[in-house]
């Protein structure tokens, strides 16, 4: 099903900042709950819920409620606590209190852990049935046109507003999380689309910061929906290079960049066939591209093999790795709510196609005749200003992540006036949660967040990040 451009147009001049209201004219209500997710035994934790206003401009705009859980510091201290914002926008968050030991900060600090607004364990959650398997072209599941449009209106009749559903929000939820639990300070640990919430947070209540560490950052200035796909193209570049300069994969993949280009661009014009004992498989250059996978460090030691195997038409090599990379703990329509606010609005992609697509990839995380679908507005133009900030903070990028890649750090350091990146060689997307690899990102991490004055100043730099020797990449093979 096709729809008009002008049946539900996208808003393309934005509005005017919008006055909320006074936090002393509504009372943030915390209470105790069960439990969402099941923490290990070996730690203590606390559950709760925060209900706030949906919409903090209309008091009588009803509420959403936030499950929150708080991993006991194992050893008390007086240090401020430390919050994890997920990414996505859309995913939930929670999970991540299940392995409470892969953060080593839990030993003597509170670990706070949050569900945003619109996500799985939220109330609302803005769900979308049936968009992941839309997007999948599975047979039967509809047209993402339909099952938006679809989505949009259950939504609407269920009383809920999505316009109340986007990062300035999200970061005022945190702030009346702080004031509910009665923190003068805190420290946030934002993850991907987590740290614009978490710059967001800085630029409006950067008093209450200790410090900020950025893995894989979003700031604002940094257009996604026009870059994405060149971003794509560079970090397969890089790892062509690099397979290059490395004499065991150079031996056994010459001229990989040449050659996985070249084949590339050939299943541009024609999709390549690959025929099994059951069936013939038609792969387009962009099922092609969207098989190297860059998103960790195993699949990243793979990236030269699999570019190897695309670029020779193995079939054999090639089918085993067909999958969709849909993730399955998106609420939909928070990312819709989001993206379709704030980001494409203020892309050069929301006025046209881009200029120089990748393999048949389009620059953007939602289409415009999705956001249209979806028909939320545009959010103020104040809320995706640059943040001005002093706040100590680390920015952690992957080398080869091709989603946030280390020039959006750059970008953002460019106003951060106490900011340092770490970039991760051959490092992929969220490095601080590559729990297979040596663990470098979080080790820094720590380290800043323990001192940050002192990591700034170089004095507390732990050795892997000067001394780290980048993971090999895997050879066809190689036992």
């Known amino acids: 099903m096709r729809i008009a451009a002008a049946l539900l147009p996208l808003a393309l001049i934005a509005g005017c900042a919008e006055k909320k209201l006074e936090r002393d004219s509504y009372a943030p209500v915390l209470e105790a709950s069960e439990p969402v997710v099941s923490v290990p035994s070996a730690f203590t934790a606390e559950h709760y819920t925060l209900t706030v206003p949906a919409d903090r401009t209309d008091p009588s705009g009803g509420s959403v409620t936030l499950p929150v859980i708080i991993i006991k510091a194992q050893e008390p201290s007086e240090l401020p606590p430390i919050v994890r914002i997920s990414g996505g926008p859309g995913t939930e968050g929670l999970s991540a209190a299940a392995y409470p030991g892969a953060y080593p900060w839990t030993k003597n600090r509170d670990f ?237 992609r929301a006025r046209g196609k881009p200029d120089a697509p990748f393999a048949g990839l389009e620059s953007a995380a939602v289409r415009p005749e999705l956001c249209e679908a979806f028909g939320v507005a545009q959010r103020p133009a104040a809320e995706v200003a640059a943040t001005v900030s002093d706040v100590p903070t680390l920015i952690v990028a992957g080398a080869y992540d091709p989603s946030t890649p280390p020039s959006f750090g750059q970008i953002a350091l460019e106003t951060l006036s106490r900011g340092e990146m770490l970039t991760i060689a051959k490092g992929g997307h969220t490095e601080t949660n590559n729990w297979s690899g040596d663990g470098c990102a979080m080790k820094a991490a720590h380290a800043f967040l323990d001192d940050p004055a002192g990591y700034l100043d170089g004095s507390a730099v732990p050795a892997c990040t000067t001394e780290r020797a980048p993971p090999p990449f895997v050879i066809a093979g190689d036992d």
């Open 112 to 348: 706070i852990i949050f569900a945003q607004r619109g996500t799985a364990y939220a109330s609302p959650a803005l769900r979308c049935p049936g968009l992941r398997e839309a997007f999948g072209e599975v047979e039967g599941s509809g047209e993402p046109l339909e099952v938006i449009m679809a989505c949009a209106e259950r939504l609407r009749s269920e009383g809920v507003d999505t316009s109340d559903y986007h990062t300035a929000a999200v970061a005022d939820d945190l702030e009346d999380l702080r004031i509910a639990f009665g923190h003068n300070r805190w420290s946030l640990y934002g993850l991907s689309y987590g740290t614009r919430v978490a710059l967001t947070y800085a630029r409006e209540h950067g008093e209450a910061l200790d410090a900020l560490v950025l893995d894989s950052p979003l700031p604002h200035q940094a257009k996604y929906d026009d870059t994405s796909a060149e971003n794509f193209r560079l970090a397969l570049a890089s790892v062509a290079e690099d397979c290059a300069a490395e004499p065991a994969c150079a031996e056994a993949y010459p001229d990989l960049g040449q050659r996985f280009f070249a084949a590339i661009a050939a299943a541009e014009d024609a999709p390549f066939s690959f025929a099994t004992e059951t069936e013939i498989t038609e792969l387009t250059a962009t099922d092609l591209v969207s098989l190297v996978n860059l998103s960790s460090a195993q699949w990243i030691s793979y990236a030269p093999a699999i570019m190897d195997a695309i670029a020779r038409r193995d079939g054999e090599a090639i089918l085993p790795l067909v999958h969709s990379g849909l993730g399955s703990d998106y609420a939909w329509g928070q990312r819709l709510s989001v993206w379709c606010s704030e980001a494409l609005p203020y892309s050069e």
